[in-house]
């Protein structure tokens, strides 16, 4: 979640700054012999990028144009700088949805065409990511979030209530990255509490929040008594150590991602994933676009279509979850029972917040969740700073 919470104020950076561009100068769509360039930025992992890239030469050669794929490891300050220059790319594949709020709000997103994708065909959370206003501006790719791990050899089922996991937990212990908003936003959205009103088709209402309600009130003393009052783990716990905690099963509970699976399965834990017991999370999509600045948006659509119905290949070299639900009832996913676990939870999450003023809540949600967890401030005033912080970083946006 840290590297999250970097990219977002990344970006935010280069809407302030107007710096030189960092090595990621690509050459614009041009007209060539063979027809048009269409160049590529993907923010995956190298590997992914290999397999993406192989996928869009298939593109290629079956239209007769030429595809430039590149792995761009700078901020996003680059994109923004040279999105009205030559040096922009025509596509981005694999951005995670938090992010495209700041691209909307420069007009640097294209409108999905009618036609590129079927929506009904995706899962609608994934779709709701990429929505503003009702419209489609960017294509899901895959889906992620986070779910319970449970120790097999401490825990013979899995809990199905928040008391059910208390109650477990203070038999077999239990940890997770606690002051970080990420996670522990789950506890305050299961009793009402919410970042930005939904108001239905992609709207989300920025001067609405729900972060100092009653029910994230409620969230966050849950998250105050596990440390306060259960002990189940230290106010200054850090990611990092809860997962070793779990991975050496010094405990029975963790809450992790897919991104935990290698590390546990390769350390020999004997584990199983299940649903979050009766909480949203949040769902990370990974999603494309087109530059609204690209000269060959006709031929930069048509090939993430194809790169859609052909991106099996780079969701397995990543280990990533698909969101077309054609793809999730294939039997190497539905017949996983770590991947269905993943899979349940996304069906009851919510989309992380696309709007730009989601870079707003990252900071002001870890100070007073630190202050919360250390027991300096009660968990009303703790839903009130948030909830006045967050709204005067909002303001100073405008």
């Not at 614009?28 to 590529?40: D, R």
């Not at 709701?128 to 009702?134: C, E, I, L, M, Y």
Request: hydrophobic share 40%; with cysteine; net charge positive.
């Amino acid at each position: 979640m840290n590297k999250k919470v970097k990219v977002i104020c990344s970006v935010l950076t280069a809407l302030l700054l107007a710096t030189a561009l960092g090595g990621c100068g690509s050459s614009t769509s041009s007209t060539t012999k063979t027809g048009k360039t269409i160049v590529v930025w993907s923010h995956l992992l190298q590997p992914e990028v290999d397999s993406l890239n192989k996928v869009a030469q298939q593109w290629a050669k079956k239209t007769g144009n030429t595809v430039k794929v590149q792995l761009d490891n700078s901020s996003f300050q680059a994109y923004l700088q040279a999105a009205n220059s030559s040096k922009a790319p025509d596509i981005m594949y694999g951005i995670a949805d938090d992010n495209l709020g700041t691209f909307q709000k420069a007009n640097l997103l294209d409108e999905v065409p009618s036609g590129v994708i079927d929506k009904s065909k995706y899962v609608d959370t994934a779709i709701k990511a990429g929505s503003f206003g009702g419209k489609m501006y960017a294509v899901p790719m895959s889906i992620e979030t986070y779910a319970l791990f449970y120790n097999t050899d401490k825990v013979t089922t899995a809990p199905t209530t928040v008391d059910d996991l208390i109650a477990q937990a203070q038999k077999v212990g239990f940890q997770y990255d606690i002051n970080n908003f990420y996670y522990s936003y789950a506890f305050m959205a299961a009793n009402g509490g919410y970042v930005f009103k939904d108001k239905g088709k992609g709207n989300l209402d920025a001067s609405n929040l729900g972060l100092g309600n009653a029910g994230s009130i409620k969230g966050l003393q849950t998250i105050q008594d596990f440390v306060t009052k259960y002990k189940f783990m230290t106010a200054d716990i850090a990611g990092d150590k809860a997962s070793s905690a779990f991975k050496d099963g010094k405990i029975g509970f963790y809450i992790g991602g897919p991104w935990d699976v290698a590390g546990f399965t390769k350390a020999g834990t004997k584990f199983a994933v299940a649903p979050l017991p009766g909480m949203p999370s949040f769902v990370g999509v990974q999603t494309s676009f087109v530059n609204a600045k690209s000269k060959s948006k006709t031929e930069a659509w048509d090939l993430i279509k194809y790169l859609q119905e052909n991106n099996s290949p780079v969701l397995k070299t990543g280990n990533r979850v698909p969101a077309l639900n054609s793809e999730l009832a294939k039997p190497e996913y539905k017949d996983n029972k770590i991947t269905s676990a993943f899979i349940a939870q996304v069906k009851n999450g919510q989309p992380m917040p696309n709007i730009a003023e989601t870079s707003t809540i990252w900071n002001p949600a870890k100070n007073n969740l630190t202050l919360l967890t250390a027991g300096k401030l009660t968990p009303e005033a703790a839903a009130k700073a948030l909830n006045d912080q967050v709204l005067q970083g909002i303001a100073t946006q405008k």
